[in-house]
T-cell receptor, first 117, second 109 residues
Framework: DSGVTQTPKHLITATGQRVTLRCSPR?????VYWYQQSLDQGLQFLIQ???????AKGNILERFSAQQFPDLHSELNLSSLELGDSALYFC????????????????FGPGTRLTVL | GIQVEQSPPDLILQEGANSTLRCNFS?????LQWFHQNPWGQLINLFY???GTKQNGRLSATTVATERYSLLYISSSQTTDSGVYFC???????????FGKGTTLSVSS
């Protein structure tokens, strides 16, 4: 158990719908990262938050958004869903996202498997 | 951006065999991690190894940062070792991981 929790574990929905994925980082971790794993694209970084603020964006679609709340949990919102959004979505956390810090191991949650029909 | 290449893409072993998985990266990195993705999809941390050698039971890893590669050794493999092994690097501290495509390992009894 990594200490990172994600809900729900599975989500089945229809095209055009909107869903919210939730992540709670390990106790004490300030940075949250969202990754998407699909068969054709592999594991890709979507977005990072540090202590409530957006820190970096990766290959995140405009239909997707995220936020990190004062208690440090994070939510990833996916809207106008398409078949191609079906994937495993991971959240990861690390102690800090600050440059110059030497230790920044990332720990992953169990993932949310999204199926868009 | 930085490229991460893993080899071999697939590996089939008999229980008890040893194996070496390789990860090459195209630029200097701040951090390197090895993960095992089990058949249930969970990503399990194996090693945090920006440089040097570490061992954990039957697994060990070596990263030679100056030559831009890392090796994961699995000895006396077991069926529970099956799954996908990912190498991932961080270009700068505090930034996101960049993953390789993985090595799929199948261990049969």
């Amino acid at each position: 158990d990594s200490g990172v929790t994600q809900t729900p574990k599975h989500l089945i929905t229809a095209t055009g719908q909107r869903v919210t994925l939730r992540c709670s980082p390990r106790s004490g971790d300030l940075s949250v990262y969202w990754y998407q794993q699909s068969l054709d694209q592999g594991l890709q970084f979507l977005i990072q938050y540090y202590n409530g603020e957006e820190r970096a964006k990766g290959n995140i679609l405009e239909r997707f958004s995220a936020q990190q709340f004062p208690d440090l949990h994070s939510e990833l919102n996916l809207s106008s869903l398409e078949l191609g959004d079906s994937a495993l979505y991971f959240c990861a956390s690390s102690v800090t996202g600050l440059a110059g810090v030497t230790y920044n191991e990332q720990f992953f949650g169990p993932g949310t498997r999204l199926t868009v029909l | 951006g930085i490229q991460v290449e893993q080899s071999p893409p697939d590996l089939i072993l008999q229980e008890g065999a040893n194996s070496t998985l390789r990860c090459n990266f195209s630029d200097s990195v701040n951090n390197l991690q090895w993960f095992h993705q089990n058949p249930w999809g969970q990503l399990i941390n194996l090693f945090y190894i920006p440089s040097g050698t570490k061992q954990n039971g039957r697994l060990s890893a070596t990263t030679v940062a100056t030559e831009r590669y890392s090796l994961l050794y699995i000895s006396s493999s077991q069926t529970t070792d099956s799954g996908v092994y990912f190498c991932a690097v961080v270009r700068q501290a505090g930034t996101a991981l960049i993953f390789g495509k993985g090595t799929t390992l199948s261990v049969s009894s």
